[in-house]
T-cell receptor, first 115, second 114 residues
Framework: EAQVTQNPRYLITVTGKKLTVTCSQN?????MSWYRQDPGLGLRQIYY???????DKGDVPEGYKVSRKEKRNFPLILESPSPNQTSLYFC??????????????FGEGSRLTVL | QKEVEQDPGPLSVPEGAIVSLNCTYS??????FMWYRQYSRKGPELLMY????GNKEDGRFTAQVDKSSKYISLFIRDSQPSDSATYLC??????????????FGSGTRLQVQP
């Protein structure tokens, strides 16, 4: 089954404790992206990657890191989480066509709470 | 002011009603327009995708784009309880950096009562 898999789905952590949210897709997509979803603000892009070893900042990258060592995986790293990073996070992927974003395929989300 | 405005709802309608969901936008550079549906505790999934002004129909769903008014709509005919979800509009444009940026509305929560 074609899918984007995120882990963990739910996480409660404390300020400053490094964490990684994993994302894996089995559709051979070049493009992968991370979003956060907050009430009233919609989905905002954190980082994106157009292919292996190519990553770039989205609209709200502060406090986050990413890496793209393999095509299928795109982990999101919070080196020192803070309470304002409490949010619902989505990983998404698609074929990169350059001319348009095409259909984004989303994971089921990871709800993160930072105390 | 947000680039994309969407009424958060909730919108509650009886089964069988025609539903109209809308978004307005301020940036005329947006070229592609999409509607995503998001069920509770799930990720968004693409419903409709349009490029030009006008209407696009897919079953019970019709997407309408009016670029002159910077206004897009999604109509749902014969609404069903299974349509209960949050509907997100999304629009994309080409940035100066060459990145194609996708901007989402904040979503409208729809409840269809049986």
């Amino acid at each position: 089954e074609a899918q984007v898999t995120q882990n963990p789905r739910y996480l409660i952590t404390v300020t400053g404790k490094k964490l990684t949210v994993t994302c894996s897709q089995n559709m051979n997509h070049e493009y992968m992206s991370w979003y956060r979803q907050d009430p009233g603000l919609g989905l905002r892009q954190i980082y994106y990657s157009m292919n292996v070893e190519v990553t770039d900042k989205g609209d709200v990258p502060e406090g986050y890191k990413v890496s793209r060592k393999e095509k299928r995986n795109f982990p999101l790293i919070l080196e020192s989480p803070s309470p304002n990073q409490t949010s619902l996070y989505f990983c998404a992927s698609t074929f990169y066509r350059g001319s348009d974003t095409g259909e984004l395929f989303f994971g089921e989300g990871s709800r993160l709470t930072v105390l | 002011q947000k680039e994309v405005e969407q009424d958060p709802g909730p919108l509650s309608v009886p089964e069988g009603a025609i539903v109209s969901l809308n978004c307005t936008y301020s940036n005329s550079a947006f070229q592609y327009f999409m509607w995503y549906r998001q069920y509770s505790r799930k990720g968004p999934e693409l419903l409709m995708y349009t490029y030009s002004s006008g209407n696009k129909e897919d079953g019970r769903f019709t997407a309408q784009v009016d670029k002159s008014s910077k206004y897009i709509s999604l109509f749902i005919r014969d609404s069903q309880p299974s349509d209960s979800a949050t509907y997100l509009c999304a629009m994309s444009r080409l940035m100066d950096t060459g990145r194609r940026a996708l901007t989402f509305g904040s979503g409208t929560r729809l409840q269809v009562q049986p």
